[in-house]
């Protein structure tokens, strides 16, 4: 196929018309803290949720959800709490994640609401 960033682009794009047509509302695209980043930020019934795009080509091994360890969450919790704080977020919010596997005849998306939860200390 393309590049790996080429890539990333167009799975980011069909997550963004998946998410749309699913009655979302795009807030932010690779919205920046520092060195984290959130893939989408969106919104639906007063919801705010921070989406992790995972891809792959075809021929994988695995889910690319499988890739959103423990490590990837609690960067993604960061870069949330830092949206949170900067925008004065009080919604209800949640984490997803969107794998997608583009092969050459067509596009796998699955949608996992809720993929993960803020670890309370």
Same mark, same amino acid.
């Given at each position: 196929?393309?590049?790996t +960033?080429?890539?990333g682009?167009? !799975?980011e794009? =069909? =997550?963004?018309? %998946? #998410?749309?047509?699913?009655? *979302? $509302?795009?807030l932010? +695209? ?5 060195? /984290? ?18 891809? #792959? !080509?075809?021929? *994988?091994?695995?889910e690319?959800?499988?890739?959103v360890? &423990?490590n990837?969450?609690q960067? #993604?919790?960061?870069?949330a709490n830092? *949206?949170?704080?900067? &925008?004065?977020i009080?919604d $209800?919010? &949640? %984490? ?5 596997? /583009? !092969? ?5 998306? $699955? ?6 939860y803020? +670890?309370?200390?």
């Amino acid at each position: 196929m393309n590049s790996t +960033r080429e890539i990333g682009k167009k !799975a980011e794009d =069909a =997550a963004v018309d %998946f #998410l749309t047509k699913n009655g *979302y $509302e795009i807030l932010e +695209r690779n919205w920046f803290s520092q060195h /984290l980043e959130i893939d989408v930020i969106a919104k639906k019934n007063k919801v705010v949720v921070f989406v992790e795009v995972k891809s #792959l !080509a075809s021929n *994988y091994i695995q889910e690319p959800f499988m890739a959103v360890n &423990r490590n990837k969450q609690q960067m #993604l919790i960061s870069a949330a709490n830092a *949206y949170i704080r900067t &925008r004065n977020i009080d919604d $209800e919010v &949640r %984490f997803d994640v969107i794998s997608i596997i /583009l !092969a050459k005849s067509e596009t796998k998306i $699955e949608h996992i609401e809720n993929a993960f939860y803020p +670890r309370v200390r």
